[in-house]
């Protein structure tokens, strides 16, 4: 059987060049841009690798890759033929198994083979099916499964059935009983060409396309197919040159379409793909989405207005494209009752209103609160108004076939409850004027009614004389009447007497018949005992009789059944010993069988364990982008360790620190997913009141992120509030004392300062939350290095902006360069320099160190001969005796103090000059020698420097 040459361009059965919500087809794949490395890669591990696993997000076009992009590959280079399996989602009653259905695509156009009918004519299994389609030129067979999550919704059973004899397919050459029938004496005859055919090799390919939130159901596989989680390709949303190449390639093409071939403008172009950017994925697109806006222009500018070149001004508002789509697909199902139940089951069933969340529900729900049926849901995912998932446990769930429908779902189920509400008003106000009709209605009625009723009372006074007369007439009637009642009461009193006792003889009579019919009966009945009994007894006499004879002849018997019994007590000792063999041979195949199973056990516990490892090795890796503060990077290395559904709380603990990271600067949506996320991880609910609601306050939002954190991992939340903000745990507490100036000594207030200068991860969140520019350093933005390039300014900045994220009143209002500070506020601020130099000294105690904790720079310091040319993460070298870490090198600090001769005027908490030019730093850096990072020695500096030597640390008043 020959290949079948790849598909003419023009797509069957569609007009436009762009699918639509369609996945693409085959025979589409002259039009199908995009996908070029992905077609290349993809084939390329097929051609190395027996079984392929390709995964990704639902909706990402998995089955355009594979209907447009490998099977026309596979027909060009003419090295496999390849077979698209779909099984469709197990529901009540359905027969076909997927087994079978895999068989019946192998089978479809092929006889059977002579060969193999000389074999084994009724056999029947999956590699005869593969080997019968090879004998017959059908080719090397690349078996792909698309949606193969549905497998999982068939009976165990099923599933068993299926992955031993794919197995089969995939790892045996001929089958055992093939061989053994070829080996046999009354082997089948064959020809040479016959027997080479059959031992040659199939070589078969398999692809399983499945979604990244299934890839969990794989490990059912494991037993028979245990590398099959060796060889996986994930499928991203397109990167933007990719989605340029499908918006741009595919108008240029010829063929027999409704339109002539047209371009898009770069101010078009620009539009369309910043609209369809995710930039929480990497600017990446779904091809979905831009497939359907580019079908919609195809047909509305170019078929319908005969543009040639679509421009910016073209395009419209984007949005409203896909509010109209939603109601055009409604329009065209056939009537207006079956338009509103299907209004009724996306707008009330398939969204939740306030989250702007897309919901799932089953086929049987849905029949039964909505009253939808199975063909308007077909209907309506044909459309690609909905999307159709396979259910675990039989049947399908459905929601709407994309995010970005969610918000046109809800408008329009506004508008159509303000129509429901209108109409609702109009029929009340029409009962109201029905009512009011009514009621004059029988107003007049009432009237008539009042003079009929006054003629009545005239001829009722004229009857009641009539009646008065006749009273005296009844009177009299009345009394002859008792007179005649008494007389016959009399008379009945004296015929009850008698009936009275006339019924006491009758059942005195009846009681004497009943007792003498007893008797009767139990004369019989004695009767009958004794002929029983004489019966019994003569029977009785014959038994024993019987009984007699028998015992003769048993004795007669007796030495007959000796022999028997010791010729079978012979031949039960040879049983036995028969059966000791059996025994020693079943229990060689149970140990047989033990060793394998605990093998199997052992394997799978192997695959989970290095599945394990890999997701761990992944996590590091998420933890190597937060290092960087590269936290996009790090939730998609995050979202393909949960795509491997192991360890999963490690996985929904390192989720927390994205989702707490988005919240704390301000992009609560995204927060809100990952938080979603990684509570399914940890297996644990939370409350999510709140988390949706826009506020213009972002604290109290941020609060309730917090909250939500907390319940869920309490020791990951105080770690995550550890590294990112200032909170009491990275606080020193320096009580008050005397710092001594040379010749004269000044009092020191308690205060607290900040164990380590202000990290980058500290500083890279107040950047994302304030939109404020960074400059990095060469060596890079690790997290836990001190943050440079800040100025004295920058600085202060973020006092106030940390101090209102902790509840704190601000210390510092600016005004320009002008800058003014209230000394009695609670919030963060710069150390005074008498502060920073008490703190250095060791606070109290006054330590005479040369540097902050010891006289050994190598000990607590980074200067230029130890740093390698760069900052080190802080708290590494050793800590003063109030545990301050870093006060001697690593980066400058700045204090609060203009630059100026010290006063000794002032004795008490000395702050500086009141104005100057120059504003004190302290400690050294990676980059200055020993001399500067004594805690005697004082340096000065612009206070709108920045250079990659410069950073500060936080104080705060008790």
């Keep these: 059987m020959t290949n079948t040459p790849p598909y003419p361009p023009t797509p069957s059965g569609c007009p436009y060049r762009y699918p639509g919500v369609q996945p693409f087809t085959t025979a589409q794949s002259a039009v199908f841009y995009g996908r070029e490395q992905d077609t290349a890669d993809l084939y390329r591990l097929i051609r190395r690798e027996a079984l392929v696993v390709l995964y990704g997000k639902s909706g990402l076009g998995k089955s355009s890759l594979l209907n447009a992009g490998i099977v026309p590959h596979c027909l060009v280079e003419a090295e496999y033929t390849p077979v698209v399996i779909k099984f469709g989602a ?67 059973a099923a599933i068993r059935a299926f992955r031993q004899e794919l197995a089969e397919l995939l790892h045996t050459e001929l089958p055992l009983r093939y061989r053994r029938l070829l080996d046999a004496e009354a082997a089948p005859e064959l020809s040479e060409a016959e027997e080479e055919a059959l031992e040659t090799p199939l070589e078969a390919r398999i692809v399983f396309a499945i979604r990244s939130d299934r890839m969990h159901l794989l490990h059912q596989l494991a037993e028979h197919l245990p590398n099959i989680l060796r060889n996986l390709y994930e499928l991203r949303a397109l990167n933007p040159l990719d989605a340029q190449a499908a918006i741009v390639q595919p108008a240029q093409q010829e063929g027999d379409f409704s339109t002539p071939p047209f371009t898009w403008s770069p101010t078009a172009l620009s539009a369309l793909l910043g609209y369809l950017q995710d930039p929480l994925d990497e600017n990446r697109v779904e091809g979905i989405l831009l497939q359907l806006l580019c079908q919609y222009f195809e047909e509305k500018l170019v078929e319908q207005q005969g543009l040639r070149q679509i421009e910016g001004q073209h395009l419209g508002e984007l949005e409203k494209i896909i509010e109209n789509y939603y109601h055009d697909k409604l329009a065209s199902l056939p009537d207006d009752s079956t338009q509103y ?142 007179k005649a009642e008494k007389s016959a009461l009399d008379s009945a009193d004296v015929a009850l007497r008698q009936r009275e006792l006339a019924q006491v003889a009758q059942l005195k009579s009846q009681r004497d018949a009943e007792i003498a019919s007893q008797k009767t009966i139990e004369a019989q009945r004695n009767l009958k005992l004794a002929d029983d009994n004489l019966a019994l007894a003569q029977r009785e006499a014959v038994r024993a009789k019987d009984a007699l004879d028998q015992v003769q002849k048993e004795k007669t018997a007796t030495e007959e059944q000796r022999r028997l019994a010791e010729e079978n007590f012979r031949k039960a000792q040879e049983n036995e010993k028969e059966a000791a063999n059996q025994r020693d041979k079943a229990n060689e195949s149970y140990r047989e069988a033990t060793e394998q199973r605990d093998k199997a056990e052992q394997a799978l516990r192997n695959l989970e364990k290095a599945t394990a490892d890999v997701v761990r090795a992944i996590l590091r890796d998420a933890d190597r982008h937060i290092l960087q503060l590269d936290y996009t990077n790090a939730w998609n290395k995050l979202r393909e360790a949960a795509a491997l559904n192991a360890a999963k709380t490690e996985v929904g603990t390192a989720m927390l620190e994205l989702a707490f990271w988005h919240a704390e600067s301000g992009a609560f949506q995204p927060a809100k997913g990952m938080l979603d996320t990684a509570s399914q991880y940890l297996g644990k609910a939370i409350s999510t009141d709140g988390l949706g609601v826009e506020t213009t306050d972002l604290l109290p939002r941020k609060k309730l992120f917090r909250a939500a954190i907390e319940q869920l991992h309490a020791e990951k939340f105080v770690a995550l509030m550890e590294r990112y903000y200032p909170v009491e745990a990275n606080l020193a507490k320096v009580g008050e004392g005397n710092l001594n100036r040379g010749n004269y000594l000044v009092s020191i207030s308690s205060f607290y300062l900040a164990k380590t200068e202000v990290t980058y991860w500290q500083w890279g969140l107040y950047v994302a939350a304030s939109d404020v520019e960074m400059d990095k350093p060469g060596w890079g933005t690790e997290g836990n290095n001190p943050a440079v390039y800040l100025s ?14 902790m509840g704190y009143p601000n210390v510092y209002a600016r005004q320009g360069d002008e800058v003014s500070i209230n000394w009695n506020a609670k919030g963060f601020r710069l150390p005074t320099e008498a502060e920073w130099e008490y703190a250095a000294r060791g606070g109290a105690q006054q330590q005479n160190f040369e540097y902050s904790g010891s006289n050994e720079i190598e000990e607590v310091a980074w200067y230029a001969e130890n740093s390698g040319s760069r900052t080190r993460p802080v708290g590494i070298k050793k800590a003063n005796s109030l545990g301050l870490f870093d006060m001697s090198g690593n980066v400058w600090e700045w204090c609060w103090d203009w630059y100026g001769d010290y006063d000794p005027a002032a004795k008490a908490d000395p702050r500086g000059p009141n104005k100057g030019s120059l504003r004190v730093r302290r400690g050294g850096s990676w980059f200055y020698y020993p001399f500067s990072a004594r805690v005697a020695d004082r340096y000065d500096v612009t206070p709108d420097r920045r250079d990659d030597g410069i950073g500060f640390r936080l104080a705060r008043q008790q």
């Design 792 to 805: 004295w300014y920058d600085a202060t900045d973020y006092c106030n902006w940390v101090s209102t994220q």
């Design 90 to 156: 197990w529901t009540e009653g359905k027969t076909d198994t997927p087994l079978e259905l895999t068989k019946a695509y192998l089978s479809t156009g092929y006889a059977s083979s002579d060969t193999l009918q000389k074999l084994l004519p009724e056999e029947d299994s999956l590699w005869r099916c593969a080997k019968n389609r090879q004998l017959q030129g059908g080719g090397r067979p690349l078996l792909i499964f698309d949606q193969f999550e549905e497998l999982f919704t068939y009976p165990e």
């Design 341 to 482: 139940a299907a209004r009724k089951l996306i707008e009330e069933g398939l969204v939740m209103e306030g989250e702007n969340i897309r919901l799932s529900l089953h086929e049987a729900q849905i029949t039964k609160q909505y009253g939808v049926d199975a063909d308007l849901l077909e209907r309506l995912v044909n459309s690609r108004l909905l999307r159709a998932e396979p259910f675990l446990r039989g049947g399908y769930t459905y929601e709407l076939a994309h995010d970005r429908l969610v918000a046109p779902v809800l408008r329009a189920k506004q508008e159509r409850l303000a129509q429901e509400a209108q109409a609702a008003a109009e029929l009340a106000r029409l009962s109201k004027e029905k009512e009011l009709a009514e009621e004059r209605r029988k107003r007049r009625r009432a009237t008539g009614l009042a003079v009929a009723g006054f003629l009545l009372a005239a001829v009722a006074f004229v009857a009641t004389i009539f009646a008065f007369s006749q009273t005296e007439v009844a009177r009299k009637a009345k009394v002859n009447a008792e």
